[in-house]
């Protein structure tokens, strides 16, 4: 898998400070870096053949269709594409005019991500979002009339601005545009964020963890009844339609990442990252430099990584792997450790894996973390 940071980003969100903004005079120097960065580490992953390639990070559909396409044939300079690779563009509803969809129709983009976040003006504006209620719905239309199937859309609950009523709405409008993957995230707060900010002013209410966990369990309950599968605790797909890139972070498949800020895995036990200042990554690349760290994560760390990872999907932690893995005194906390839990059904075993019933997985995170090493 090969993941592509694009760090160009319109707009900072109330509810987010991950951002990068830089002048779009960039551009260029950028795209040029990002090549040079492909070419280096071309033999970084131990296959060659590509089953995901995803455009992700700030603003990708910033680009235009035409410099994402030589992006594109950059990573096959060097790499072969399955048949049935799954190339995922993310892209905000305002980027996705005509024009542009037409473009990329041409292109090998066969997946959208779109950041919907809610289908109401007042959601929106709270989240400082650059397009209308209107523009989210049309979006997705004028997907689909380009021929853009697999479609996945963000949607954000326990939104101050929102109610149970309102997150139905917003979940009977996705089903009714027939968007065959959903990730649906709870609204949190940030520090140094706007949004920060406007709830210690009381201007705007905090999140309420009760309304959270009961919007929560009505998604999941609204889709599955209408052919989702709950598949990760943050994502919901039709059959056929599972994330394949985010699946393989799911599975610890080995991936490569791409661009300021982007990270990367060997699938054991080196994790690598690149700067985020963007000016630093393209003097390196300038160079012919990586501009990149890496850490060996111990033992530990990959014990904690599995469980935490593992515990927030359908297919839990392969007990057997685990085994193969590691060591007496790792196999001896985790099983002091999870004894109380199973004994209280907040963890059971099926299959000779390890899960958390799905009843539990608003608070899977906590569940995972009281197995960790530390």
């Known amino acids: 898998m090969i993941y592509i940071h694009i760090p160009f980003c319109k707009q900072k969100c109330s509810y987010c400070n991950f951002h990068f903004s830089t002048s779009l005079g960039f551009k260029d120097e950028m795209l040029a870096?990002?090549?040079?960065?492909?070419?280096?580490?071309?033999?970084?992953?131990q296959s060659k053949n590509l089953r995901s390639l995803y455009f992700g990070g700030g603003t990708p559909s910033i680009l235009t269709p035409d410099e994402i396409k030589t992006l594109i044939d950059e990573v096959l300079k060097h790499f072969t594409f399955e048949n049935d690779i799954e190339i995922t563009l993310e892209a905000n509803p305002d980027d996705l005019d005509k024009s542009f969809l037409r473009g990329l129709s041409g292109s090998s983009i066969n997946r959208l991500s779109i950041g919907t976040q809610s289908f109401f003006e007042d959601d929106l504006k709270l989240m400082n979002r650059a397009h209308t209620a209107n523009e989210a719905e049309d979006s997705i239309k004028r997907s689909q009339d380009f021929g853009f199937e697999n479609l996945s859309i963000d949607l954000i609950y326990g939104s101050p601005t929102s109610n149970l009523k309102i997150w139905k709405e917003n979940l009977n409008k996705t089903v009714a545009l027939e968007v065959p993957h959903i990730s649906s995230y709870a609204l949190t707060i940030e520090s140094k964020t706007a949004l920060e900010n406007w709830i210690s002013k009381g201007k705007v209410k905090s999140p309420r963890e009760e309304e959270q966990n009961k919007e929560f369990y009505y998604l999941s309950d609204f889709l599955k009844n209408n052919g989702f599968e709950h598949y990760e605790v943050s994502n919901f797909a039709k059959p056929g339609f599972y994330s394949r890139h985010n699946s393989g972070y799911w599975k610890y498949k080995e991936y490569l990442g791409i661009g300021p800020s982007?990270?990367?895995?060997n699938g054991f036990d080196i994790r690598s990252w690149n700067v985020a200042n963007n000016q630093q990554y393209i003097k390196k690349l300038n160079s012919n430099l990586l501009?990149?760290?890496?850490?060996?994560?111990?033992m530990e760390d990959q014990f904690n990584e599995m469980i935490m990872i593992?515990?927030?999907?359908?297919?839990?932690?392969d007990l057997e792997n685990l085994k193969q893995k590691f060591n007496g005194r790792i196999l001896e906390h985790f099983q002091n450790e999870t004894k109380s839990k199973l004994e209280e059904k907040v963890l059971?075993?099926?299959?000779?894996?390890?899960?958390?019933?799905?009843?539990?997985?608003?608070?899977?995170?906590?569940?995972?973390s009281d197995l960790f090493i530390v």
């Open 291 to 298: 501009a990149k760290e890496e850490e060996v994560l111990s």
């Open 348 to 368: 059971i075993i099926e299959g000779n894996h390890l899960k958390i019933p799905e009843k539990h997985w608003f608070m899977a995170d906590g569940i995972a």
């Open 310 to 317: 593992g515990l927030r999907t359908i297919w839990g932690v």
């Open 33 to 45: 870096a990002m090549k040079t960065e492909i070419f280096l580490r071309k033999d970084e992953l």
């Open 262 to 265: 982007a990270h990367s895995y």
